[in-house]
């Protein structure tokens, strides 16, 4: 038999040449391209009123320096409004250079163009502009405020306003047995992969075509939107993402300015032109994502069941929204959590600030709601002077209700309906990894030595797999090697493995012979990228569904070559052959010389299938009607929904009597996608999610000033963990298949980011007896947290009261 | 105005290399794009991320907080150097390989070049490997976007147990 290969924890298959410094990032490529580097504002907020490049032209290696003024038309158009939403009233979105304005710190406002990169620098140094500075508007607060516009033409900064409701939740706030009003603060962060953006552009005058290398998450996309840009159509231009560096959001917004503006400048040059990006750049000019305050009111019975949840939230998308408002209305829908609540209702406000953009960052406005679910179920727990895990147990989705309506739309436009899961089996689970019930022995003893040790707990649900569809493409070829591609992009999430585990599978080939192409548009033009957690769930099934179309046609070109009806075929290890007589056996790379009929006989295995060898019974054309030459299968993947995984993450905590210093004690995971392709890759994936969490929660914020300056806009400031920070994390998996695809799985990408925050603040408040309301949270700011909870200025838990929000 | 440049010769990994390059041409871009050996990463440009990291005369150095100039007559290990003259991944990258301590890869150079220094001071100073909290300490130089350092953490003891088994010749110098 063939080694099964779903579901197995094999080695990847990519990692021996990235390990031997044999990878291909963006900036690896286009050795003598001519170097672009960007004028960028240092302004928030300024009229851009002159820009003077006298000083530069006198440099030597200065090719072009371009302004806004110098743009053609559609180049000079502003930016694509990528996901219009009826909602988005007063979506704006920038221009590629700036259009006599700037909105943030960073915005581009002109372009150099050099032979090296140095010298590219040197010349943005010494190209004056001259600014008028405008009033910033920074801060959900002050945005809300609206006492300066962002935009002149956007009354009260507000870009969108949404309302979804399922029942009458301030009606069933109102009338519930307990009600409790509070507010909550999540403050910014970004995706912050160790590879910047980059954009390399390979123009070919002869055919009037360009090739573009970027680091993105969807290069077909990018593809569509330069050919639009330059006025070409999509065949004149390809895209690929080389290996790309870490994404985690950041690289799906498109077409940034920098990939139109190195494409049309290496058009117009006729020479190949790089941009990479830098550290500083990357703070300042791509996105960020998380801030969010949030009104919360909840009403819920003795058991701490919720019967009415009515949120109001404010959420900051920065100076332009050309990604829409996906972030807050996946905040407003996943909220919800493993959970049914009585009746809900969530508002939302989306306003134009004068920072940096933003953008889905893993997580995608998840990690902001399951803040304000979790912190909702610890206050109800609280108030109710109940066990925490018994009040979410009160509230979940049991696993006969499934598929559940939630009565919502999601963000791809669909029902909110999760498809399947155990929450209660998760839970049990967690807690037992935890040491749940064990704890406050635990907690106890501690305080005996003077330590100061919490618990905390929270669950997420998370959509993934969203549509619109992707699609895979697999070939055999006449040495029976197996080329599978598809067009989402990869960027460490081990693509390369686990859809050859899933052709090796259902083709019954070695996985050896299987190569994967991803996010190259020679390859495979449809497709539209890798974000939401739906590579595998979307591709995996298309390249699954494209196998089972090849093998249909192998099984019978086979039968015709071995006598033998398909249906008593198998195929093992490469070999076509009958199912009990294994002598009988035809290898694949065989069967693909006979699926293509040649005339010319270009090498040995081709004889085969030249016109004279091949067995001629039937007059039929050689190519039958209804098919196709070569042994190949393409097929794609479309959902009618998304698929929902879910989790639960608990943690143990202590904290420093004396300097507030938070140090994780345990990390404990459950985490349930369906069934696994590769189990360590998954589990790779919670990893590195944990932490981006635990960053979130402890370390990392944009540190803005009043006047829209990002104060930490370094590696030196904004504090990304190190492995010092990051405790071990023990993870357990459920495997409850998705009823929705072939394959029953469902993504795991953005999983272990989600929760975090909600938990670390849970395990903190118990710690210390201090209500949580708002993260990151620093040692300064619990530090100070204490004395206002010892002057009554921040209340302790435990403590009756009901907020009221401002 | 034009800049002067400077003959630059060095060993790299093992191959006496030169070129030419200004005197503010940082090392990490002369080993990427004046020698072509682009395995060497940069991150971030201020010595924070660990992605640039190569061995200088066998010692661990952030490449972009360094002229190419000052690497002149000095003998500099990349990533690129880490694996056996037949090409096959030496024990750190098999290490790496088999604990899936990478993801986008884009880090694991400067990781891989730490923890080759770190587990042969270990080893040299007559210990199996790094203890736990020295494998935290030493590679508490390098940041990862993906992995949240688990497997890396991993990797690290795997390594030493990979160099213990196969001997010292296997460990390879530098």
Redesign the interface.
Same mark, same amino acid.
């Given at each position: 038999m063939t080694t099964r290969m779903f579901g197995e924890p094999i080695?990847?298959r990519?990692?021996?040449r990235?390990?031997?410094?044999?990878?291909?990032?963006l +900036? +690896?490529l286009g050795?003598g391209a001519l170097a672009a580097a960007f004028v960028r504002s240092p302004h928030a907020h300024a009229r851009v009123l002159d820009i003077d490049v006298t000083d530069a032209l006198?440099? +030597?290696g200065l090719v072009a320096i371009y302004t806004y003024e110098d743009l053609p038309e559609r180049v000079a158009d502003p930016l694509p409004l990528l996901i219009p939403h009826p909602a988005l009233t007063h979506g704006r979105t920038g221009y590629p250079l700036a259009n006599g304005i700037v909105r943030h710190v960073g915005e581009p406002v002109a372009m150099v163009v050099a032979t090296d990169p140095?010298v590219a620098e040197d010349i943005v140094d010494l190209i004056q502009v001259n600014f008028e500075p405008l009033p910033a508007v920074v801060g959900i607060e002050n945005a809300v405020r609206a006492e300066r516009l962002v935009h002149d033409d956007v009354p009260g900064n507000v870009g969108a306003h949404l309302v979804q409701e399922v029942g009458d939740a301030p009606l069933a706030v109102d009338t519930a047995p307990h009600r409790l009003e509070f507010r909550l603060d999540i403050e910014r962060s970004a995706s912050?992969?160790?590879?910047g953006r980059g954009v390399y552009a390979r123009p070919d005058a002869s055919d009037g075509s360009i090739r573009v290398y970027s680091s993105t998450q969807t290069s077909t996309s990018v593809r569509f939107a330069i050919a639009a840009k330059l006025g070409l159509p999509a065949t004149k231009v390809e895209v690929i993402a080389p290996?790309?560096? =870490?994404g985690?959001g950041v690289k799906i917004v498109h077409p940034w300015p920098e990939e139109i503006l190195v494409s049309w400048a290496a058009r117009v040059l006729g020479r190949e032109v790089k941009w990479a990006e +830098?550290?500083r750049e990357h703070f300042v000019s791509s996105a960020h994502e998380r801030g969010q305050v949030q009104f919360v009111r909840v009403g819920f019975d003795d058991e701490g069941r919720v019967l009415g949840l009515d949120v109001r939230f404010l959420h900051d998308h920065g100076a332009y929204t050309p990604y829409g408002i996906i972030v807050p209305i996946i905040t407003s829908t996943q909220l919800l959590g493993p959970y049914k609540v009585g009746a809900y209702r969530a508002e939302f406000t989306s306003l134009y600030t004068n920072t940096v953009i933003v953008t889905p960052y893993r997580g995608a406005g998840r990690p902001q709601g399951v803040f304000c679910m979790e912190r909702t179920m610890d206050r109800i727990a609280e108030h109710l002077g109940r066990d925490r895990a018994e009040v979410r147990s009160a509230n979940f989705i049991q696993p006969h209700e499934f598929p559940y309506d939630q009565g919502l739309v999601f963000q791809d436009g669909r029902p909110l309906i999760y498809d399947s899961g155990n929450y209660p089996e998760a839970l049990e689970k967690v807690k037992e990894m935890i040491g749940w019930d064990e704890f406050p022995g635990r907690q106890e003893k501690a305080a005996a030595q003077g330590r100061r040790l919490g618990i905390g707990l929270a669950c997420y649900v998370e959509g993934t797999g969203v549509g619109p569809y992707e699609g895979g493409h697999v070939q055999v070829d006449s040495a029976g090697r197996v080329h599978v591609s598809t067009g989402l992009t990869s960027?460490?999430?081990?693509h390369g493995t686990v859809f050859a585990q899933i052709v090796a599978e259902e083709l019954g080939v070695p996985i050896d012979a299987v190569e994967v192409t991803t996010g190259d548009t020679r390859r495979f033009s449809y497709a539209v990228g890798t974000f939401a957690s739906r590579a595998a769930v979307l591709s995996g099934n298309a390249i699954a569904l494209a196998c089972r179309r090849l093998r249909e046609k192998a099984l019978r070109i086979a039968g015709e070559a071995l006598e033998a009806d398909p249906g008593d075929l198998e195929i093992v290890d490469g070999i076509v052959r009958v199912v009990g007589n294994p002598r009988t056996a035809i290898p694949l790379r065989t069967v693909a010389v006979l699926a293509n009929p040649l005339r010319y006989a270009f090498d040995e295995e081709a004889v085969r299938a030249t016109q004279f060898a091949r067995s001629s019974g039937d007059d039929g054309p050689p190519v039958p009607e209804d098919d196709e030459p070569g042994l190949e299968g393409r097929d794609y993947y479309s959902p009618v929904r998304s698929t929902f995984a879910s989790g639960m993450h608990a943690a143990v905590v202590e904290v420093d009597p004396d300097t507030a210093e938070v140090r994780i004690l345990r990390y404990a995971v459950v985490h349930d996608c369906g069934r696994m392709i590769n189990p360590?890759?998954v589990? =790779?994936q919670v990893?590195?999610?944990?932490?981006?969490g635990i960053a979130g929660a402890l370390y990392e914020r944009m540190a803005y000033d009043e006047s829209g300056q990002l104060l930490n806009a370094?590696?030196?400031d904004f504090l990304?963990p190190?492995?010092?920070e990051?405790p071990?994390?023990t993870t357990g998996h459920l495997e409850t298949p998705s009823p929705l695809n072939p394959l029953g799985i469902k993504g795991a990408g953005e999983a272990?980011v989600i929760p975090v925050s909600a938990v670390i603040a849970s395990a903190i408040e118990d710690a210390e007896g201090i209500r949580i309301a708002r993260m990151p949270i620093s040692p300064d700011e619990l530090f100070w947290l204490r004395r206002r909870a010892e002057t009554g200025e921040v209340e302790r838990t435990g403590v009756v009261k009901s907020d009221r929000a401002p | 105005?034009?800049e002067d440049v400077y003959e630059i010769r060095l060993t790299v990994n093992g191959v006496p290399r030169s070129a030419r390059a !200004?005197a503010?041409?940082l090392l990490s871009d002369f080993l990427?794009?004046d020698l072509?050996?682009?395995?060497?990463?940069?991150?971030? $440009?201020?010595g924070?991320?660990g992605?640039c990291t190569v061995l200088l005369d066998g010692a661990p150095v952030r490449s972009c907080l360094m002229f190419a100039v000052s690497a002149r007559a000095h003998e500099v290990t990349?990533? $690129?150097g880490?694996?056996g003259p037949d090409?096959s991944?030496g024990p750190v990258?098999r290490a790496?390989? $088999?604990c899936?301590a990478?993801?986008?890869?884009?880090?694991? !150079?400067g990781f891989?070049v730490a923890v080759t220094a770190l587990v042969r001071d270990a080893r040299a100073a007559g210990r199996a490997g790094p203890t736990e909290e020295e494998?935290? $300490?030493g590679?508490?130089?390098?940041?990862?976007?993906?992995?949240?350092?688990?497997?890396?953490?991993k990797a690290v003891h795997r390594a030493a147990d990979l160099m213990a088994e196969h001997g010292a010749e296997d460990g390879g110098e530098p």
């Amino acid at each position: 038999m063939t080694t099964r290969m779903f579901g197995e924890p094999i080695q990847r298959r990519e990692d021996p040449r990235l390990l031997a410094g044999r990878g291909r990032y963006l +900036d +690896d490529l286009g050795h003598g391209a001519l170097a672009a580097a960007f004028v960028r504002s240092p302004h928030a907020h300024a009229r851009v009123l002159d820009i003077d490049v006298t000083d530069a032209l006198d440099v +030597d290696g200065l090719v072009a320096i371009y302004t806004y003024e110098d743009l053609p038309e559609r180049v000079a158009d502003p930016l694509p409004l990528l996901i219009p939403h009826p909602a988005l009233t007063h979506g704006r979105t920038g221009y590629p250079l700036a259009n006599g304005i700037v909105r943030h710190v960073g915005e581009p406002v002109a372009m150099v163009v050099a032979t090296d990169p140095y010298v590219a620098e040197d010349i943005v140094d010494l190209i004056q502009v001259n600014f008028e500075p405008l009033p910033a508007v920074v801060g959900i607060e002050n945005a809300v405020r609206a006492e300066r516009l962002v935009h002149d033409d956007v009354p009260g900064n507000v870009g969108a306003h949404l309302v979804q409701e399922v029942g009458d939740a301030p009606l069933a706030v109102d009338t519930a047995p307990h009600r409790l009003e509070f507010r909550l603060d999540i403050e910014r962060s970004a995706s912050t992969p160790l590879e910047g953006r980059g954009v390399y552009a390979r123009p070919d005058a002869s055919d009037g075509s360009i090739r573009v290398y970027s680091s993105t998450q969807t290069s077909t996309s990018v593809r569509f939107a330069i050919a639009a840009k330059l006025g070409l159509p999509a065949t004149k231009v390809e895209v690929i993402a080389p290996d790309v560096g =870490g994404g985690f959001g950041v690289k799906i917004v498109h077409p940034w300015p920098e990939e139109i503006l190195v494409s049309w400048a290496a058009r117009v040059l006729g020479r190949e032109v790089k941009w990479a990006e +830098d550290r500083r750049e990357h703070f300042v000019s791509s996105a960020h994502e998380r801030g969010q305050v949030q009104f919360v009111r909840v009403g819920f019975d003795d058991e701490g069941r919720v019967l009415g949840l009515d949120v109001r939230f404010l959420h900051d998308h920065g100076a332009y929204t050309p990604y829409g408002i996906i972030v807050p209305i996946i905040t407003s829908t996943q909220l919800l959590g493993p959970y049914k609540v009585g009746a809900y209702r969530a508002e939302f406000t989306s306003l134009y600030t004068n920072t940096v953009i933003v953008t889905p960052y893993r997580g995608a406005g998840r990690p902001q709601g399951v803040f304000c679910m979790e912190r909702t179920m610890d206050r109800i727990a609280e108030h109710l002077g109940r066990d925490r895990a018994e009040v979410r147990s009160a509230n979940f989705i049991q696993p006969h209700e499934f598929p559940y309506d939630q009565g919502l739309v999601f963000q791809d436009g669909r029902p909110l309906i999760y498809d399947s899961g155990n929450y209660p089996e998760a839970l049990e689970k967690v807690k037992e990894m935890i040491g749940w019930d064990e704890f406050p022995g635990r907690q106890e003893k501690a305080a005996a030595q003077g330590r100061r040790l919490g618990i905390g707990l929270a669950c997420y649900v998370e959509g993934t797999g969203v549509g619109p569809y992707e699609g895979g493409h697999v070939q055999v070829d006449s040495a029976g090697r197996v080329h599978v591609s598809t067009g989402l992009t990869s960027q460490g999430q081990g693509h390369g493995t686990v859809f050859a585990q899933i052709v090796a599978e259902e083709l019954g080939v070695p996985i050896d012979a299987v190569e994967v192409t991803t996010g190259d548009t020679r390859r495979f033009s449809y497709a539209v990228g890798t974000f939401a957690s739906r590579a595998a769930v979307l591709s995996g099934n298309a390249i699954a569904l494209a196998c089972r179309r090849l093998r249909e046609k192998a099984l019978r070109i086979a039968g015709e070559a071995l006598e033998a009806d398909p249906g008593d075929l198998e195929i093992v290890d490469g070999i076509v052959r009958v199912v009990g007589n294994p002598r009988t056996a035809i290898p694949l790379r065989t069967v693909a010389v006979l699926a293509n009929p040649l005339r010319y006989a270009f090498d040995e295995e081709a004889v085969r299938a030249t016109q004279f060898a091949r067995s001629s019974g039937d007059d039929g054309p050689p190519v039958p009607e209804d098919d196709e030459p070569g042994l190949e299968g393409r097929d794609y993947y479309s959902p009618v929904r998304s698929t929902f995984a879910s989790g639960m993450h608990a943690a143990v905590v202590e904290v420093d009597p004396d300097t507030a210093e938070v140090r994780i004690l345990r990390y404990a995971v459950v985490h349930d996608c369906g069934r696994m392709i590769n189990p360590t890759i998954v589990e =790779g994936q919670v990893h590195g999610g944990v932490a981006q969490g635990i960053a979130g929660a402890l370390y990392e914020r944009m540190a803005y000033d009043e006047s829209g300056q990002l104060l930490n806009a370094s590696f030196m400031d904004f504090l990304m963990p190190y492995a010092t920070e990051i405790p071990r994390i023990t993870t357990g998996h459920l495997e409850t298949p998705s009823p929705l695809n072939p394959l029953g799985i469902k993504g795991a990408g953005e999983a272990g980011v989600i929760p975090v925050s909600a938990v670390i603040a849970s395990a903190i408040e118990d710690a210390e007896g201090i209500r949580i309301a708002r993260m990151p949270i620093s040692p300064d700011e619990l530090f100070w947290l204490r004395r206002r909870a010892e002057t009554g200025e921040v209340e302790r838990t435990g403590v009756v009261k009901s907020d009221r929000a401002p | 105005m034009s800049e002067d440049v400077y003959e630059i010769r060095l060993t790299v990994n093992g191959v006496p290399r030169s070129a030419r390059a !200004p005197a503010r041409r940082l090392l990490s871009d002369f080993l990427r794009h004046d020698l072509g050996l682009t395995g060497t990463h940069v991150g971030c $440009e201020h010595g924070v991320c660990g992605c640039c990291t190569v061995l200088l005369d066998g010692a661990p150095v952030r490449s972009c907080l360094m002229f190419a100039v000052s690497a002149r007559a000095h003998e500099v290990t990349t990533v $690129e150097g880490l694996g056996g003259p037949d090409g096959s991944l030496g024990p750190v990258q098999r290490a790496f390989q $088999e604990c899936h301590a990478l993801q986008c890869g884009f880090c694991t !150079p400067g990781f891989l070049v730490a923890v080759t220094a770190l587990v042969r001071d270990a080893r040299a100073a007559g210990r199996a490997g790094p203890t736990e909290e020295e494998v935290l $300490e030493g590679i508490s130089g390098n940041l990862c976007r993906c992995t949240g350092y688990q497997n890396i953490v991993k990797a690290v003891h795997r390594a030493a147990d990979l160099m213990a088994e196969h001997g010292a010749e296997d460990g390879g110098e530098p």
